[in-house]
């Protein structure tokens, strides 16, 4: 590793000397944090290289934002770092999301291990590989299926009476004056029995 | 012949064709037991209402309050026979016919699924009592023939991210994938019953049995352990209810509930037992169902019309039961079994909530009661459900009949003609209905005293008792005008909107959120008073327990929802020695602040939710132009520039939002609206500021090339 500190320093001057490649250093960072990347040379090495690759890159693309060109190497300084967690079989469009998964079920407290799958024993590689996100089995299908509702002839009578009477429950006023009618019906009958 | 022997001996008995007629026998004197005492009651009540209004004189208005009372009266000696049945089974100590006696700790499991609906819940605590029961079963050694299915409705994208990540997280704390399953509906079509028949479709086939449980439910492994063997033991059982008790309330309001269900309801569930056993009901959830008899008799039909009385049914419980028992299967409460739980509402306006859905539902109900080849006693649970909204407004009926009818006698100066005995014995026997099972469990607590002192003691026992009895009483009102709205709007053809969300703190809901909502009562309440001191001011002192009711209804709906008064009384045993199970704090490892904009911004949440989608077999054009649209403005405008349902559709397209995550991320601040600026900076690390400098990481690279070499 022939990284001496006069270039990590000469690195470091020439982001920060510029705003763009600030604002680029720092969103990089954001996503490490997001990942939950702690703070070590692994994370360090990962910024390194990907900004001196972009900065290579800027050379050849001076109008792609350096935001980007970052981003981008850093995506493939992780998919570097974690493509032996993924089957052979995974589509490149997806592959990314499932090393982010693969991160994401072996974070612990101390973070992700990005760096430190060598810790992992085979059998865990094994698993990783194996692992297919699914919420739900499989389906094993079965119906359901409703029966109509059958009236009795009690029923059957009700809502024929009820289907008489809802004009008047959907009118607000005339229900009111149906109600207090009937209400006033029985006061005045029983007022002047 | 000891204990469990006499239960292996009822076991085998289960299902012989001596002991099924016995049963049968058993359970129809029980029946006819119930409904002559019932029947006996209000008789007398009603010859007592007879021999008051004969005196007075017989009017149109006097035949109309008689009628109503009868029934009103009727339904009250339902409720206290079944008390008084119940208190007698517990004294006895020894109820014969109860499902829990058939329990064999030495019968087999079988796969069974843990089904939980939820809508916009909590996630920490839908997951949270998930996983509860699940280290309690893990913890029994019975986890192998156990599914667990969180059924999500939610509608809220936020929710529906925060439920996703949650489940991975439960997983992932409990080592559950390929235990604990999660699924989501983008469509919630029909509600919670369509949930489960969502359920019953996609997986009916893998389990015997399904528990459903609510989002707030809690159960213990060895319940629901217990209610599988019960299963396995009673093969016409199809659904076996559980008796769950209130638990976690924190409010003046909701400890007064699970103090009274606790203290009050163990009669009357043995009660209930005592004369349904077989022919039960069903809650909707804290209940075990056999499945195959589920998916063929439990389809749910449409009802004629349109809501909120037709269309969709909307409260499935009661009437899968019925249906379950016109396939021929039994519905069991299982009264006395330990470890079931639930939550309740937090405030009386939270409780009023939910009635109004509950109203609608039950009033939905009458097309059952109406249908052909429903079961008798189905039919008297349907109407039961019914009344328990209805009779608000009968009552309030009655008792406008009643006033105009001491407004005639008033006018006519005929106040003070009545038979004053008669009177007295009929007020007297109200209270006894009324109060009497209230007097009958505090005689039953008091009989155990292990069981009081789980209480907090007999001072604390009867003063809580007191305060609740003063607080129903003050609450009554309340309820009996909202449950009259319910009903009313509902018969009308129309719903009952709520204006205000009621927000809680220690100090209770705000003021102004509750005057917004129960002003016209205290309003209503003064007008009353001042007609019934126009009637007699004996007659105001009649109705003042309702008045006060009215008048007060605003503080006390305050009051209802505050937290830190009456710590020292209406303690429950669950609350003084929670089980393990309620103990258990499930604390979620999730990002505070918006769930949807994680969705797109964090790169664990997106990556758990796109792999999550199904990928789209075959490409929509009108369905992509929409898709890229919606992305194309949420880039340009941020996240609040869509509505939930857009939201939801771009949340359904995971290639889409692995592209944005990518594209915001890598986009320049200046390029891109301001707000995905500032949602990035929430992911920076507390740590940032204490990286090493160069001068520290060619230090760290040194000591590393040795090792590396």
Known sequence: MAISPEYIALLRVGIRSSPEWKEAWDRINDYLDAL???????????????????????????????????????????DHSLRHLIDQGVPDDCRLIEERVRLYLTENVDGNILGRTAE??????????????????????????ARPLELSSAGKGFVSLAAKLSPIGANRILGWVIGLAILGLLVFASLYR | ????????????????ATFEEAFQRKVRQRRWGVALVTVGISVVGLWLMFDIVGARGWTPLAVAETGLFGLLFTSLSFGFTQAFLGYLVLAEGQERLKITNTLDEDTTLASTAVVMPVFNENAETVFGNICALYNSLRERGELDLYDFYILSDSTDPAKAVEEELAWSDICRQTSGFGKIHYRRRKLPVNRKSGNVADFCRRWGHRHRYMVVLDADSVMTGAAVSSLVRLMETNPRAGIIQTMPRLVKAETVFGRIQQFASRLYSPIFAAGLNFWQQGAGNYWGHNAIIRVSPFLASCGLPALPGREPLGGRVLSHDFVEAALMRNAGSEVWFAYDLDGSYEGLPPN???????????????????WFFLAQNIRPISRIHLVQ?????????????????????????????????????????LFLMTLT?????????????????????AFGGPVRVLLGVILETLFSIFTAPVLIWFHTRFVLRNIAGKTVTWHTQTRDGRAGPRWLDIIAEYWPLPVVGAGLGAVAWWIAPSYLAWVSPILLGLLL?????????????????????????PPGELCARFKLQLRDGDQFVHALLDPFYNAVHVSLQRRRETSAPCVDGYIVSLADRLFKEGPESLTPQQKRALLGDGETLGRLHNLIW????????????????????SRRGVRPQPEAIEAMLASERPAAA
């Open chain 1, 36 to 78: 939950k990347t702690p703070e070590s040379i692994d994370r360090e090495l990962i910024l390194l290289s990907s900004f001196e690759r972009a900065i290579a890159r800027k050379r050849q693309e001076p109008f792609t934002p350096a935001t980007e060109l970052a981003f981008d190497e850093v995506q493939k300084n992780l």
């Open chain 1, 120 to 145: 992992l024993s085979e059998e865990v590689l094994h698993a990783l590989r194996d692992v297919k996100l699914q919420a739900a089995p499989n389906l094993q299908v079965a119906s359901i299926t």
């Open chain 2, 1 to 16: 012949m000891n204990g469990k022997d006499r239960s292996k001996r009822f076991v085998e008995l289960v299902g012989s």
């Open chain 2, 348 to 366: 009386l306006t939270e409780y009023v909530k939910r009635d109004r859905r509950w109203c609608q539902g039950n009033l939905q109900h009458m």
């Open chain 2, 385 to 425: 459900g019914i009344l328990a909204y209805s009779s608000a407004p009968l009552l309030v009926l009655f008792l406008l009949l009643g006033a105009f009818q001491a407004g005639i006698d008033h006018l006519r100066e005929k106040i003070g003609t009545f038979p004053a005995a008669s009177a007295a014995v």
């Open chain 2, 433 to 453: 209905l009324l109060f009497g099972p209230k007097v009958l469990s505090l005689l039953h607590l008091f009989s155990r005293p292990k069981e009081l002192a």
């Open chain 2, 553 to 577: 209804a605003i503080p006390i709906a305050q009051f209802s929802g505050r937290v830190d008064s009456f710590r020292q009384l209406f303690l429950t045993p669950e609350e003084l020695q």
């Open chain 2, 666 to 685: 890598k986009t320049p601040s200046g390029l891109m609206n301001p707000a995905w600026a500032r949602a990035l900076a929430q992911y920076r690390s």
